[in-house]
């Protein structure tokens, strides 16, 4: 357990990171994909503006270097939706098929598209199978355990039990301790049944 803390606080890598020519991560961007590597489930609460996109790109780089193509679903804010389309453009070293949701019928899982990117509040009725890596963005959105938004994403984790889970947040906990449960709860299920 002292290991991991370590390594979840560390702000200095040498971790090779796959990256397409020209562009580079900074050491603390380094230690953050590799703490990724190193963890099933993941809270990553960097600070807002330290690059947690990149260094989820980075994993996913890490990914298809092994010779592996994920199959993602991002979750984020809308507002960032085509932020995330254009980060993945420039960082990924493999070109993958995106898919940017829009709307919120007519929805059926393609098995030629490798990233899905959808916004918390078009979740309903999307049916997602056999993701490996689902990426919560601005986590805090699903803070609270009755909001269906939270319900949806907690569905879609059920459904892709083998799923990586990557909670992305700068702000886990807003006003109260309890806020941060519904996270936990997401990221380890069987640790986190309750809140006492």
């Known amino acids: 357990l002292s290991n991991i803390i370590e390594l979840s606080r560390s702000s200095v890598s040498d971790f090779p990171v796959p990256l397409p020519e020209g562009l580079k991560l900074f050491s603390y961007q380094k230690a953050g994909v590799e703490f990724l590597v190193s963890r099933k489930n993941v809270l990553l609460a960097d600070q807002m503006g330290l690059g947690k996109t990149i260094q989820i790109i980075g994993y996913l780089n890490f990914i298809i270097n092994t010779g592996k193509i994920p199959s993602v679903l991002i979750v984020c804010p809308a507002s960032v939706k085509y932020n995330w389309e254009k980060e993945l453009k420039k960082w990924l070293i493999a070109p993958l098929s995106i898919e940017v949701l829009e709307g ?37 959105y699903i803070k609270n355990e009755q909001a269906q938004r939270t319900k949806e994403v907690q569905r879609i984790c059920k459904a892709n039990p083998k799923a990586k889970i990557i909670a992305l947040t700068g702000t886990p906990m807003l006003n109260r301790p309890r806020e941060l449960f519904p996270i936990l709860k997401i990221l380890e299920p069987s640790r986190f049944g309750t809140c006492q």
Do not use: C, M, R, W
């Open 104 to 140: 919120k019928n007519g929805f059926e899982q393609n098995p030629q598209i490798n990233v899905y990117i959808s916004n918390y509040d078009i979740l309903k009725d999307k049916n997602f199978t056999n993701l490996n890596i689902i990426v919560l963005d601005e986590a805090h």
